[in-house]
């Protein structure tokens, strides 16, 4: 896992700052550095995915 590319490619997912949540397919490594890295809930949905909400988000 490297952490700049795992950095771009949330980035990337959350560019522009419009969309603060998203549906990912992450590895457990990937969803627990994410959890340590980012003020956001992952919540499991199966099969690798994950919603992935950063804190103040409106629905």
């Known amino acids: 896992m490297d952490e700049q590319e795992l950095t771009a490619r949330f980035s990337a997912a959350f560019g522009g700052g419009e969309r603060l949540r998203r549906e990912l397919r ?5 969803a627990r ?3 340590t ?5 992952l919540t499991p949905l ?3 995915w994950y919603d992935m909400e950063f804190q103040g988000a409106y629905c």
């Open 46 to 48: 199966g099969d690798g």
């Open 26 to 30: 992450l590895s457990e490594e990937e």
């Open 37 to 41: 890295h980012y003020p956001a809930t």
């Open 33 to 35: 550095w994410a959890r």
